[in-house]
């Protein structure tokens, strides 16, 4: 497991963006899928984007578009651009780590290293 650091949360008006970082303390992240996920009070957590080891992304259908997901080698970082933010994006971000097959990729229970969270909050 990794334990990963999330940054960049934060209070942002509809329209606005933001990015949102995730490192890992101990290693890189070479071996690992990783993604963010994301839970609003009351739901479930629901998957937002996932860029594997091959370098392939793939994004929840209510970001497809607006949110993008990216990696930064040298830095060992991995980024969630979040433009065009709305209200009902408001929720705790969480960045998520695994060996995850292809058809387990939006299901967190496969993902074994999670962050802290960081809120994210789109004022209407």
């Known amino acids: 497991q990794l334990h990963l650091v999330e940054s960049g949360g934060g209070l942002v008006q509809t329209g606005g963006s933001l990015r949102l970082s995730c490192a890992p303390s101990?290693?890189?992240?070479?071996?690992?899928?990783v993604a963010w996920f994301r839970q609003a009070p009351g739901r479930e957590r629901e998957f937002v984007a996932q860029?594997?080891?091959?370098?392939?992304?793939y994004y929840g259908d209510s970001v497809k578009g607006r949110f993008t997901i990216s990696r930064d080698s040298p830095k060992n970082t991995i980024y969630l651009q979040m433009n065009s933010l709305k209200p009902e994006d408001t929720a705790v971000y969480y960045c998520?780590?695994?060996?995850?097959?292809?058809?387990?990729?939006?299901?967190?229970?496969?993902?074994?290293?999670w962050g802290q969270g960081t809120q994210v909050t789109v004022s209407s």
């Open positions: 860029r594997r080891r091959d370098g392939h992304t």
């Open positions: 998520a780590a695994g060996v995850v097959i292809l058809s387990r990729t939006r299901d967190p229970t496969g993902y074994n290293s």
């Open positions: 101990q290693r890189s992240f070479n071996r690992e899928d």
